[in-house]
């Protein structure tokens, strides 16, 4: 059953930015397109109008969806983006949108921001998207679990690499290296906000039934340790300073395989018309206990390095959710 009125013709709203993370310009493009010229030369994230200007003018837009309202703490940064996104309103409040939209994307990275973000839009009946990490913390998680599982409010989360092609043959699919033994990944910047993007690249491929986290590191240097029900052992280093990239390895009994992943493009794409199909469907891409998982993930390889490098039980005082 659709969430909205019209599923040809959607009005999209987008809240933004944090520092460090420039979707409002690129999410707002795949919907829009944009001035290329603004882009190109103004942008204040150089690698966007990089993978932006390979892509095939006529070919690069979600079709039947477009960005319509925009707002940022910054009204400069809102207007810039609507200027090199094409986005006709700017507003000054978020709740401005309400009325004037059909969903909203909140394209913002930390965690801990989001359900002050997201509430007025989840009060007022609006789809949500909301940028990957949904949350940093076990108050907030519980807050989510009540607004999707007991109220049944339309909110979907994600990181785009759950979308990097390089990745999709291995989803759940890795007969070929035999029983699955070790994964590693490294991420660059913090484990709040980025670690995510490594767990999110690692969890399609070896499924839930997480059991233990570990942070062996600090802030700027988090290696974690993690143990699955598969008898796998994994390991995201997320490392303040190194290159970003999705550069995983999969490692088996009969073989092991590396993967790089490239094509931001590709992965934004699809993550963003995996919400449109929500929002025509009804139906989630995926069962919100993997990001109830992931969400645990993400707050216990805090707890841990914050609590003398302890060992968290994942399911530990966290409220499993099962069945979800």
Known sequence: ????KNPDAIRLGIIGMTEGNGHPYSWSAIFNGYDRKAMSEECPFAGIPVYLNKENPNSMQITGAN???IYCDNLNDAEHVAKCSLIPQVVKTPEAMIGEVDAVIIATDIGSEHVKRVRPFVESGLPVFIDKPLCDNR???QIFRKWIIEE???IMSSSCM???KEFLPYHQRTEE???LRF???PMAKKWETYGIHAL???YPIVGPGFKTIQNLGDAERNIVHMTHRRGIDIIIACVKDIQYGGALRLSGTAGNVNISSSDSFYAFKSQLQAFVNFLRSGQYPFPFSETDELMRLVIGGIESRDNDHKVIEIGEGMGEVRGA
Do not use: F, P
């Not at 059953?1 to 909205?4: A, E, H, W």
């Open 162 to 164: 759950r979308y990097a």
């Open 200 to 202: 999110e690249a690692i």
């Open 1 to 4: 059953m659709t969430l909205i």
């Open 139 to 141: 108050a907030d998680l």
């Open 67 to 69: 960005v319509t309202h």
């Open 183 to 185: 994964v590693s990944m």
């Open 152 to 154: 049944g409010r339309a």
């Open 177 to 179: 290296l035999g029983e």
